[in-house]
């Protein structure tokens, strides 16, 4: 396209086009590249064999340093909640309405030039009941600045997952980041089958609905892994291959815990674009020690807090005597984010600044010799430009039959899959 005379450079003139109109309105005078999720997936696909961070932003130092991170590394990043840690019964002040704000913020704050998706994720519906309260939901997350949405609908049977999803999709905009999810999160127990795959996403084919990206349950869980067994990648590569016409990439749930060579070979050997991060970007902004994937080691059963890193030494005991009087133990250290961030925020600049460091260093790490993301800022950019718009379209296109995808006919279907389930999972995020 041929540059207008009132823009300096491509970075301008992707601040202007690229932005989506919820961004514009909330951020008028903002220098801040947000972003629809749709232009990271399908950088990561222009680039071929990468993924980015995806990091959860439970407290704003994880925030502060997964963007100075992709700063580093010229990556195209998404900065996330989950519905379970910044919903309505949230445990963590950084929230589904205040996010993107933050992040905003922030990136002007620390002269952030790459783009940022602001994705809300699992945005859970459990039963047929959370889905009338879901769509004026929905709304209000869009109106808060969120680019990118995850509906979440896996904890019910196969047809009331796609029966939510096509409920749903009209409250989402067109040009917004879109996930959806088939096998509820929960280790070994229960994984996807390339056939429940493919149903979700036929059905939503045949209604229009283009999802960027499938989460599966491939092998892992939410927190702390307890072993270094994690993502199945063979049976990945099976459903996103299963998966292939319909040009959808996957987006890989639980990353904390799973070492650096099978995180790589996902990258290289998958559709995976969007690789989420939480629990380990939480511990290491605590200072706790983890091993070189970001699982926290204990010390019988005793989180190992390092010298100089982290929260002050009497903050770390402070929320030691909390977390013992209100019994959380392991995974469920996350509460603690609500109650405590901010007394994380009263810290001295050196304590703050070393806690978003250590984010950035891990981040860093992680976006340039595990995910192979380094340099995709620009590939969004130039999509931007090529585009002449803050949405860049959809990857497929529909080629299934409504008539085959009635309400009916979704229901016989799905009473003919054959899946096991496994017991109820608990991993909302």
Request: charge should be negative.
């Amino acid at each position: 396209m041929t540059k207008p005379l009132k823009y300096a450079s491509d970075f301008e003139v992707a601040l202007d086009l690229g932005r989506p109109p919820n961004v514009k309105k909330l951020f008028p005078n903002s220098k801040a590249l947000l972003v629809s999720g749709k232009y990271i997936d399908q950088a990561m696909l222009l680039k071929k064999n990468c993924m980015t961070i995806a990091a959860n932003g439970r407290n704003s130092f994880v925030i502060r340093g997964a963007l100075a991170a992709a700063q580093r590394a010229n990556a195209a990043i998404i900065i996330e909640i989950a519905r379970s840690e910044g919903g309505t019964g949230a445990y963590c002040a950084v929230n589904l309405w205040n996010i993107a704000r933050m992040t905003d913020a922030f990136m002007n704050e620390l002269g952030i030039t790459i783009p940022v998706a602001i994705h809300a994720d699992h945005f859970g519906i459990k039963k047929p009941d959370d889905i009338e309260p879901a769509k004026k939901e929905i709304v209000s997350l869009f109106n808060a600045g969120i680019t990118s949405i995850a509906i979440d609908a896996s904890h019910m049977p196969d047809d009331q997952n796609l029966l939510a999803n096509i409920e749903l999709y009209p409250y989402v905009p067109d040009w917004a980041g879109l996930e959806t999810e088939v096998g509820e999160i929960k280790g070994k127990s229960g994984l996807s089958t390339p056939e429940e795959a493919l149903f979700l996403i036929q059905g939503l084919n045949a209604h229009h609905i283009f999802p960027n990206w499938i989460a599966l349950n491939n092998g892992t869980t939410h927190g702390i892994e307890a072993s270094d067994t994690g993502i199945h990648v063979e049976l990945t590569a099976q459903i996103h291959e299963a998966l292939s016409k319909y040009n959808i990439s996957g987006a890989q749930h639980g990353t904390s815990g799973n070492n650096s060579e099978r995180l790589r070979k996902i990258a290289a050997t998958t559709r995976t674009t969007k690789a989420n991060v939480a629990t380990a970007l939480q511990m290491i902004s605590w200072g706790l020690e983890v091993n070189d994937y970001g699982n926290a080691l204990l010390d019988n059963d005793n989180f190992i807090k390092q010298k100089d890193k982290g929260v002050s030494k009497e903050l770390w005991s402070q929320m030691l005597a909390y977390a013992e009087s209100n019994n959380l133990k392991g995974g469920n250290f996350k509460k603690l984010n609500l109650p405590f961030e901010n007394k994380l925020l009263a810290q001295t600049k050196e304590i703050r600044e070393r806690m978003a460091k250590e984010v950035e260093n891990f981040v860093y790490h992680l976006l340039t010799n595990v995910f192979n993301a380094t340099d995709t800022a620009q590939i969004v950019i130039n999509e931007i430009l090529k585009n002449n718009s803050h949405d860049p379209g959809f990857t497929a296109e529909k080629s299934e039959s409504e008539n085959e995808w009635t309400t009916e006919k979704i229901i016989e279907k799905a009473s003919k899959i054959t899946t096991a389930k496994g017991p109820a999972g608990d991993f909302d995020d």
